[in-house]
């Protein structure tokens, strides 16, 4: 039996992913850019198993159904296609994210799995080939495979790889409002932003120019220029996705909240930045050493972690036993 272990962490866009220019190989309508954190890795062992008939999967300790465990057997079916291998696995894997919580749980979870799977078929991929694999099963999963911040290219399947870019010293006040499952996966939401929201075309448009801005403030090591161009790239996002019909919301009161003390911190000279994802959580961008003013200016409003850039996918090949 073949067994390996790979983990992730979650990564936040500063440049967002959102719409597709061709689902099946899972290639985002534009470029973007992220950091990886520092906290909430996935943890996933993947263990080939002669005698199995299907693959079986456990999400923190409990056998997944329905769509979550469609999605690895077909990200499976793709590394056993490669592998030419019809070895069915079990896959257990531990996420301490919320899943589903717009804290991007898939990128961190389909890193690992990409990682893991590889290693147990014995794929032998570089990190490129890697982010290019992980994307199959998430798109955002491609930039979790680097360390720090990423570039994730726009392309055809060859080009639409993950790369690390170098940035200015940043960190992230990650600011949990609710951590239960939101309504409208984001796969779900992207698909109806594309096809219903009038404003697509111009999200399509404004966010490659963005990152075009972000990678110039990121080579300029300008934090200011660098938050600005990531508050006003997510509000961008929230408007087009509002649009949708029917219409998607994914911030809350309390984000709402959170995005004002964000700007009055700002009118107190503080460099603070927000941003938030496919949920109602908000994450603020900030220098290292703003993290514990911004911590103070949000205390009472959400559960504040801070986060730095961390680590990039790690995996381990080995005969470690499989809790089924
Ligand atoms: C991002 N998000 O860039 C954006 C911002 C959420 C909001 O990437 O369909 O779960 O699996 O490729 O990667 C969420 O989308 O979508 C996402 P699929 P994914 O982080």
Same mark, same amino acid.
């Given at each position: 039996?073949?067994?390996?272990?790979?983990?992730?962490?979650?990564?936040?866009? $500063?440049?967002?992913?959102?719409?597709?220019?061709?689902?099946?190989?899972?290639?985002?309508?534009?470029?973007?850019?992220?950091?990886?954190?520092?906290?909430?890795?996935?943890?996933?062992?993947?263990?080939?198993?002669? !005698?199995?008939?299907?693959?079986?999967? !456990?999400?923190?300790?409990?056998?997944?159904?329905?769509?979550?465990?469609?999605?690895?057997?077909?990200?499976?079916?793709?590394?056993?296609?490669?592998?030419?291998? !019809?070895?069915?696995?079990?896959?257990?894997?531990?996420?301490?994210?919320?899943?589903?919580?717009?804290?991007?749980?898939?990128?961190?979870?389909?890193?690992?799995?990409?990682?893991?799977?590889?290693?147990?078929?014995?794929?032998?991929?570089?990190?490129?080939?890697?982010?290019?694999?992980?994307?199959?099963?998430?798109?955002?999963?491609?930039?979790?495979?680097?360390?720090?911040?990423?570039?994730?290219?726009?392309?055809? #399947?060859?080009?639409?790889?993950?790369?690390?870019?170098?940035?200015?010293?940043?960190?992230?006040?990650?600011?949990?409002? #609710?951590?239960?499952?939101?309504?409208?996966?984001?796969?779900?939401?992207?698909?109806?932003?594309?096809?219903?929201?009038?404003?697509?075309?111009?999200?399509?448009?404004? !966010?490659?120019?963005?990152?075009?801005?972000?990678?110039?403030?990121?080579?300029?090591?300008?934090?200011?220029?660098?938050?600005?161009?990531?508050?006003?790239?997510?509000?961008?996002?929230?408007?087009?996705?509002?649009?949708? #019909?029917?219409?998607?919301?994914?911030?809350?009161?309390?984000?709402?909240?959170?995005?004002?003390?964000?700007?009055? $911190?700002?009118?107190?000279?503080?460099?603070?930045?927000?941003?938030?994802?496919?949920?109602?959580?908000?994450?603020?961008?900030?220098?290292?050493? #703003?993290?514990?003013?911004?911590?103070?200016?949000?205390?009472?409003?959400?559960?504040?972690?801070?986060?730095?850039?961390?680590?990039?996918?790690?995996?381990?090949?080995?005969?470690?036993?499989?809790?089924?």
């Amino acid at each position: 039996m073949t067994v390996a272990t790979a983990r992730a962490h979650p990564n936040i866009a $500063l440049v967002k992913y959102w719409g597709k220019r061709d689902a099946a190989q899972n290639l985002p309508a534009t470029g973007s850019l992220s950091m990886t954190l520092d906290v909430f890795p996935t943890t996933t062992t993947v263990a080939l198993d002669e !005698t199995l008939d299907a693959d079986a999967f !456990t999400l923190n300790g409990r056998a997944a159904s329905g769509v979550p465990r469609e999605r690895v057997i077909r990200f499976l079916d793709l590394v056993r296609e490669r592998a030419g291998s !019809t070895t069915r696995a079990r896959v257990s894997s531990t996420n301490t994210v919320p899943s589903g919580a717009g804290l991007a749980s898939s990128a961190s979870g389909f890193a690992a799995l990409a990682g893991a799977a590889a290693a147990a078929y014995g794929l032998d991929l570089d990190q490129r080939a890697l982010t290019r694999l992980a994307r199959r099963g998430s798109g955002s999963a491609a930039r979790s495979i680097v360390a720090g911040f990423a570039v994730w290219h726009a392309g055809d #399947d060859e080009h639409s790889f993950a790369e690390p870019v170098d940035a200015p010293a940043l960190a992230m006040v990650v600011a949990t409002v #609710d951590a239960s499952e939101k309504p409208v996966s984001s796969r779900d939401a992207m698909r109806r932003t594309a096809l219903t929201s009038p404003y697509y075309p111009a999200w399509i448009s404004s !966010t490659e120019q963005s990152l075009r801005a972000a990678l110039a403030a990121c080579r300029d090591g300008d934090v200011a220029r660098l938050g600005r161009i990531a508050e006003t790239n997510a509000l961008r996002m929230h408007a087009a996705i509002q649009a949708s #019909d029917p219409p998607i919301r994914y911030l809350s009161p309390a984000s709402i909240a959170i995005l004002d003390r964000v700007e009055a $911190l700002r009118a107190d000279g503080v460099g603070a930045f927000a941003t938030a994802d496919a949920g109602p959580n908000v994450v603020v961008l900030c220098r290292p050493g #703003d993290a514990d003013a911004v911590r103070a200016a949000l205390a009472g409003l959400a559960e504040l972690i801070v986060a730095h850039p961390g680590p990039g996918l790690h995996v381990e090949l080995g005969a470690e036993a499989v809790t089924p």
